[in-house]
């Protein structure tokens, strides 16, 4: 009907296969319709083990298909070979089975199942081609019921693996294609092809025997109802020491490969989860070391809060938290330290101006050194400057802020820097106002 031919895209740079039909097929009625129809159903089936067509046209008056390019190897040339061993066998027809279960979910009989249609990849797989005469079992194919026959009243499909109503002129189903897969494993196992209207081989593996005979019953009725249900029944009586395959899904089921031929892998059972309760010892088997290890840290963490405001020496001049607070900046900033340590004698001295003045040094201190600590020891210098001027703060005090505010560039104000202090004049005794604060300048 038609040949293959092993091409080259140049546009993908890509080895493809093209298979053309040939012109005396080409001018039968109706092929070349048909030729098109095996491009449309093929491109509907993307599966790992159907052959993809990737493109089909006209050249003039012959019409191509543009097919995935595989090495050529057949399922036929392997069964040439003599008996196939089971397991072997069960692999491929798990591929088979699985590529029809994927074209019979989207609505498609194949109906021309045989050897020379199933094709062998570099690893081995299966992988089914050729549905130029396909059938899509939709509802107007259906009501079609010449569809499985030509124009002259032949039946369409290969004679030694049609079911026997096929050859009765009835229409292609789903049990046909499963009796096609029945043959192909008779033959494989035993050598010999399967003559229509006798028994098949009784000498087929124990293993085996019971899924051919159901799948070559002659009833349409007793055999397997669909593709999932025959491989679903392979694979129960696959052996577990050579064979791991993946159940059938919603969209794709490819089997694992077997131990033959040699490039083969076979992938790994994957093991069983964990049941609930084996994953709660899990947890406690590492969760408690784990809690009583932070409850641990905890404790020792307090102990030590606890313990570090005793352990400092009594008589400290300064706070702890003064002292905790600038420990670091003390060696960073001598300037700074001198300042918040006049800050600090300042607030215990008992005049009305120390706690302003002791602010104002504290923030001059916390000022960036520079531009930005003399601007705000200035603004100190005249706060002092006022307190000493109105008697909130005595003359030595004055002269402890200038003093240290010097090295910041600060101009001390020259007007009110005080020269020696007054001494207090002695005062009679007797009633008279009193004064809150020490001798120097009174309250004046």
């Avoid at 993307?46 to 046209?57: E, K, Q, R, T």
């Amino acid at each position: 009907m038609a040949r293959v031919f092993d091409s080259f895209d140049e546009r993908l740079e890509r080895p493809v296969a093209v298979k053309i039909l040939r012109p005396e097929t080409e001018a039968l009625p109706g092929m070349r319709k048909r030729f098109q129809q095996e491009a449309r159903i093929s491109a509907r089936l993307v599966h790992p083990n159907i052959v993809a067509v990737l493109d089909y046209g006209e050249d003039g008056p012959a019409s191509y298909l543009v097919m995935e390019r595989l090495p050529g190897r057949t399922l036929r040339d392997e069964m040439a070979r003599g008996p196939m061993p089971p397991e072997r066998l069960t692999a491929l027809m798990t591929d088979t089975l699985a590529a029809l279960a994927a074209a019979h979910r989207f609505g498609v009989l194949h109906r021309d199942i045989k050897p020379s249609n199933i094709l062998l990849d570099d690893d081995g797989h299966a992988r089914i081609t050729d549905f130029g005469i396909a059938k899509s079992f939709d509802a107007k194919a259906l009501s079609d019921a010449t569809s499985d026959m030509t124009m002259t009243g032949v039946v369409l499909g290969t004679p030694g693996y049609l079911a026997p109503e096929r050859r009765a002129g009835h229409s292609a189903t789903v049990q046909s294609d499963l009796y096609s897969v029945g043959a192909i494993m008779v033959e494989a196992l035993s050598g010999r092809r399967l003559v229509p209207g006798r028994e098949h081989d009784p000498d087929l593996p124990a293993e085996l025997r019971p899924i051919a005979t159901k799948a070559l019953a002659s009833d349409p009725q007793q055999r397997f109802s669909s593709a999932e249900e025959m491989l679903h029944a392979l694979r129960a009586r696959e052996r577990p020491s050579s064979l791991h395959t993946a159940p059938v899904g919603a969209t794709d089921s490819a089997t694992e490969v077997l131990p033959t031929p040699p490039r083969t892998s076979v992938l790994p059972v994957p093991p069983a989860p964990p049941s609930p309760r084996a994953l709660a010892h899990r947890w406690r088997r590492y969760l408690l070391p784990a809690a009583a290890a932070l409850i641990v840290l905890v404790l020792l963490l307090l102990f030590l809060l606890a313990s570090g405001p005793s352990s400092r020496a009594p008589g400290s001049s300064t706070t702890g938290t003064t002292a905790g607070q600038h420990h670091a900046a003390t060696s960073r900033d001598p300037e700074g330290t001198a300042i918040r340590q006049l800050a600090a004698s300042l607030r215990s001295d008992g005049l009305p101006g120390d706690a302003a003045l002791a602010s104002a040094l504290d923030a001059t201190a916390a000022a960036k050194p520079g531009a930005a600590r003399e601007t705000a020891a200035e603004e100190a210098l005249t706060l002092a400057g006022v307190l000493y001027a109105g008697g909130g703060i005595s003359g030595t005090q004055f002269q402890d802020v200038a003093t240290v505010l010097q090295p910041t560039g600060a101009a001390v104000p020259t007007t009110t820097v005080p020269t020696t202090a007054p001494a207090p004049a002695p005062k009679a005794p007797g009633p008279g106002p009193k004064h809150g604060h020490g001798g120097d300048q009174g309250g004046g």
